[in-house]
């Protein structure tokens, strides 16, 4: 009779298989990069052209290859012939092109992660494969043809379990870095992963349910089905903070992909960074949809007739500007539909040429060619008429525009009569004040309107006419050395002449605020504003999206709390599509269970979620009468749990929430506790750790957007919930911080 142990070596043969194959690979990929390089720089300039093209591509192979190293193998599916499929991280197969390992997002795949006992195909069973290093050190089976014989087998060999791969990895303690979660991905959210490009896909769903990773596991999978297209046009990952980005970073690498760009709101435009925050209710009106037509009228406000127009004598003839030439200047710009920067071009030839007709109209003679040249000259040059011309039609950039608006609260209140005395006070400031996180949607609208300043077009306009002639240059070296094959295209001799590969679209785009996306990933996104969304539709026109939030967890008075009403006017009725996830994979039942019943009290719509795990004692409640008991009490807490659940590896979180306010005394009291009971040098190694690294996080509720910890201790709920700007908020915000632990939540209340 087959045991365990003996199963668990009979995966060790497959598994050393999928690893020999790969190491092969990396030496085969290493000795032709190897004998590339070694040609060293002779030969035609097109001949080493191809072959830094082939370099590029073995270094990118070779990278992919390093990063699968962990968990390549995780899965095994049996089909009723009895042959065998091993899913792992990427796809393998041997030199005679027979498959060793199916990647993860091939078709073939799909059922390791959504066969189900009444609906398995000719799936018989699905094994888990647990790996140390390259060692097998568990199997776990789940028999989905209960008729097939494998049942017995798998009781007989002590294979047989439900879900003990999920429950192994969802009990494990928490690291600064979230993990990829692709041998356990569960069917329902699969499904998502699975979905088509071409759409928006939302995502809602309870705390814990999975939303974050769904996500970027579905940015790895549109970029395994879809690589021609979206390797080249890349994919935009937009999180609610840096700590959220830092948290996230290595999941999309250990799936192999690389050319990912990440981006809060507040730095989404190159080169400009919020370095502030408003008010709950500065930002939401500064959100509010109509301030896309506060910024168009700032813009046409610089679009006008002034009311002193110039006379101007030139060569002896007197030549008035009228209303009528600035009028007719305008409507010529404006016919030309482009940004108001670069329409000043026309504005100012139609007004030079209103003039110009003038002067020659009093005239008894036709003038020569050079003459009206010298004269245009002269009018393009008169002091009064330039003058004019700025007058009517103004060049700016988009950041003094908006510094204009808000320190000019008599121009706000013309241009936006929907808001009221208190607004236009609430939203001015001092000119040169700092930008913040919502004026950032702003500035983008800013810049779509103007276009770039008159200086940076002239060298836009110089690059483009380089690129033209490259691209051609290109397009021509293939064509008349026959080369490339079919592997090497104009595109990528051209990237490479610039020193690009394929792999570089998400640097490129990091650097051109008009870089068009193929997709964009939004986590946390009903946090968004109105405004935050036209700046995102605007970087994928193609409106493919994946959309995922919680309602119930808004905190941004001007984000989402209906979908529906979201998503209709962004993609319209038929344009995307809602799926929810509803099983709680982070908090334990009792933590999830007490969330739920707390923030329906409160009036959220909340999702309903079912957490997979039971934790004993896993919701602690302390009663404080004074706010320096409670500092004390949360202090204590803080530092046992910290004492219980964090490790001298590095792993282990725990995080203390409460009011912005008391986060310095706070930090203070659980930093003398934690050294009381830890030792000098503990409590040092945790006091010095990097911001996105700490082990010991003292923070608001918002600042935990995303996150998780082992242990949580949310202090003083009430007092987060008074300093709210709404009921709402607050209760989304105690919301989140309860549903942070993955197993356990400490209470302490002052009554
Ligand atoms: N199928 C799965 N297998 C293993 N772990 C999973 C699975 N799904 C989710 N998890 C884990 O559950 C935790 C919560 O997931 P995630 O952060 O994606 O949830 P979320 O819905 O985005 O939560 P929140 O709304 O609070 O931000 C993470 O540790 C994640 O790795």
């Known amino acids: 009779m087959s045991t365990y142990s003996s199963q668990l070596q009979e995966e060790q043969g497959a598994v050393d298989r999928a690893y020999g194959r790969l190491d092969d690979l990396r030496t085969q990929t290493r000795s032709r990069l190897d004998a590339v390089r070694a040609t060293g720089s002779h030969g035609s300039p097109t001949q080493r052209t191809e072959r830094d093209s082939f370099a590029s591509l073995y270094e990118d192979r070779l990278t992919q290859l390093r990063a699968v190293e962990d968990r390549l193998v995780f899965g095994r599916l049996d089909h009723r012939d009895s042959s065998r499929q091993y899913i792992g991280r990427i796809g393998l197969s041997n030199e005679s092109h027979e498959p060793i390992l199916t990647d993860w997002r091939a078709e073939a795949a799909r059922p390791f992660y959504e066969a189900t006992a009444s609906n398995h195909g000719t799936i018989t069973m699905r094994r888990h494969i647990g790996l140390s290093f390259r060692t097998v050190v568990s199997v776990e089976d789940e028999v989905l043809d209960l008729n097939s014989s494998q049942v017995?087998?798998?009781?007989n060999q002590g294979t047989l379990a439900g879900e003990g791969a999920l429950l192994a990895s969802l009990s494990s303690s928490r690291t600064s870095k979230m993990t990829d979660i692709v041998s356990t991905i569960q069917a329902e959210q699969d499904r998502i992963i699975r979905s088509d490009l071409g759409h928006a896909v939302v995502v809602q769903g309870g705390p814990g349910t999975g939303k974050t990773a769904v996500a970027l596991h579905r940015a790895a999978y549109l970029l395994y089905t879809h690589r021609s297209v979206l390797e080249r046009s890349g994919v935009l990952i937009i999180g609610p903070s840096s700590s959220f980005l830092r948290y996230i970073d290595q999941v999309l690498p250990s799936l192999g992909e690389t050319g990912v760009l990440s981006r809060t709101i507040s730095n989404l435009i190159p080169g400009v960074t919020a370095k502030a925050t408003d008010a709950p209710h500065v930002a939401r009106l500064k959100g509010d949809s109509r301030m896309a037509s506060v910024i168009a009228s700032a813009v046409r406000t610089r679009e006008r007739v002034p009311s002193d127009l110039p006379v101007v004598s030139i060569d002896g003839v007197t030549v008035p500007m009228l209303k009528v030439d600035i009028q007719q200047a305008l409507s010529d710009a404006h016919r030309t539909r482009q940004p108001h920067n670069k329409a000043r071009e026309t504005f100012a030839s139609s007004v030079l040429q209103s003039l110009l007709n003038r002067y020659t109209n009093q005239l008894n003679y036709s003038p020569e060619p050079d003459e009206l040249s010298r004269v245009r000259s002269l009018i393009r040059m008169n002091n009064k008429i330039r003058k004019t011309i700025n007058l009517a039609w103004l060049p700016m950039e988009p950041l003094w525009l908006l510094d204009n608006l808000w320190s000019h609260p008599a121009l706000l209140s013309r241009l936006a009569p929907w808001l009221t005395p208190t607004d236009i006070e609430s939203l001015t400031k001092p000119k040169g004040s700092p930008i913040t996180t919502s004026d950032i949607a702003?500035?983008?609208?800013?810049m779509e309107l103007l276009g770039p300043d008159p200086h940076q077009m002239d060298q836009q306009t110089a690059q483009a006419a380089r690129r033209a002639?490259?691209?051609?240059?290109?397009?021509?070296?293939?064509?008349?050395?026959?080369?490339?094959?079919?592997?090497?295209?104009s595109q990528m001799l051209l990237d490479n002449i610039n020193g690009l590969d394929s792999q570089d679209a998400s640097e490129r785009a990091s650097e051109d605020r008009e870089w068009v996306f193929g997709?964009?990933?939004?986590?946390?996104a009903q946090e968004l504003t109105a405004m935050d969304w036209r700046m995102l539709i605007r970087r994928c026109p193609s409106r493919s999206f994946t959309i995922v939030g919680d309602i119930a967890q808004t905190s941004a008075l001007g984000g989402t709390r209906s979908w529906t009403k979201t998503m209709n006017q962004l993609f319209g009725e038929d344009g995307w599509d809602l799926n929810e996830l509803t099983i709680?994979?982070?908090?334990?039942?009792?933590?999830?269970?007490?969330?739920?019943?707390?923030?329906?009290?409160?009036?959220?719509?909340?999702?309903?979620?079912?957490?997979?795990?039971?934790?004993?004692?896993s919701v602690q409640r302390i009663q404080t009468t004074t706010e320096e008991a409670c500092i004390n009490a949360a202090g204590h807490a803080g530092a046992d749990l910290a004492q219980e659940f964090i490790h001298a590896d590095g792993s282990g979180r725990?995080?203390?929430?409460?009011?912005?306010?008391?986060?310095?005394?706070?930090?203070?009291?659980?930093?003398?506790?934690?050294r009381k009971l830890a030792g000098e040098k503990a409590t040092q190694i945790v006091t010095n750790q990097e911001d996105w690294d700490k082990?010991?996080?003292?923070?608001?509720?918002?600042?935990?957007?995303?996150?998780?910890?082992?242990?949580?201790?949310?202090?003083?709920?009430?007092?987060?919930?008074?300093?709210a700007p709404s009921r709402l908020v607050g209760a989304?915000?105690?919301?989140?911080?309860?549903?942070?632990p993955t197993q356990r939540l400490v209470i302490v209340e002052t009554t």
């Open 654 to 674: 725990i995080a203390l929430i409460c009011t912005q306010e008391l986060i310095t005394s706070l930090r203070d009291s659980v930093m003398a506790q934690y």
């Open 152 to 155: 017995e087998r798998a009781a």
């Open 584 to 617: 709680d994979y982070r908090n334990p039942q009792e933590v999830s269970e007490l969330a739920s019943t707390v923030a329906r009290s409160e009036g959220l719509h909340i999702s309903t979620v079912k957490a997979v795990r039971a934790v004993n004692n």
């Open 695 to 723: 082990q010991i996080v003292v923070t608001s509720a918002q600042g935990t957007k995303g996150l998780e910890f082992d242990a949580v201790v949310l202090v003083d709920p009430e007092r987060i919930a008074e300093n």
């Open 519 to 524: 997709h964009i990933v939004v986590d946390e």
């Open 469 to 489: 002639e490259e691209h051609q240059f290109a397009r021509d070296t293939l064509a008349q050395n026959g080369i490339g094959n079919g592997l090497i295209n």
């Open 732 to 740: 989304s915000d105690i919301y989140v911080a309860m549903t942070r």
């Open 442 to 446: 702003l500035i983008d609208e800013a």
